[in-house]
């Protein structure tokens, strides 16, 4: 990723007694083997208006979406948080920490991939899905299987840098919003 990437985390649990700040805060402790990233967060619960949360979703480079999967699809409030904004999202890749029972949130991802598409947000292929995720965290907030999980974080992280640059490096040139006009 060119320096810095202003990477925005974007929160998708308003729950009470949430296990998305674990999740979160796990990928937070990653990140920070990071030098040249800036992160942000976006989080239903951070009391803010939506034009502030949009603010912070126009500044970002990227994305990473941390979902869990309630009733096979994602949850209402980060559904708020993307249909509350449009031009933040364009021609920016998202990528997915998901979360959830034996399914790990892939059902909510995949969703979330076709409304990522319609605002024209490039998603990442490559993903992290944390399966019985209760179960998944120690007391300290550390993984089970940290190993593993960390590598499909790095190359996950490796992919969204990629596409952070080159549409970066394209809005550059050609801003998108004159593409459809």
Known sequence: MHNPTNLCLVY??????????????WAHRQLLRYEHLRVSVVDPLDGRTSSERNATLAEADAFLVITPEYNHSFPAPLKAIIDGARQEWEAKPVAFLSYGGISGGLRAVEQLRGVFAELHAVSVRDQVSIASAYRAFNEDGSLRNEEEVRQAFDLMLARLGWWADALSEARARRPFREVSQ
Do not use: K
């Not at 998708?12 to 805060?25: I, Y």
């Open 12 to 25: 998708g649990s308003a729950r009470d007694g949430r296990l998305c700040d674990t999740v979160a805060d």
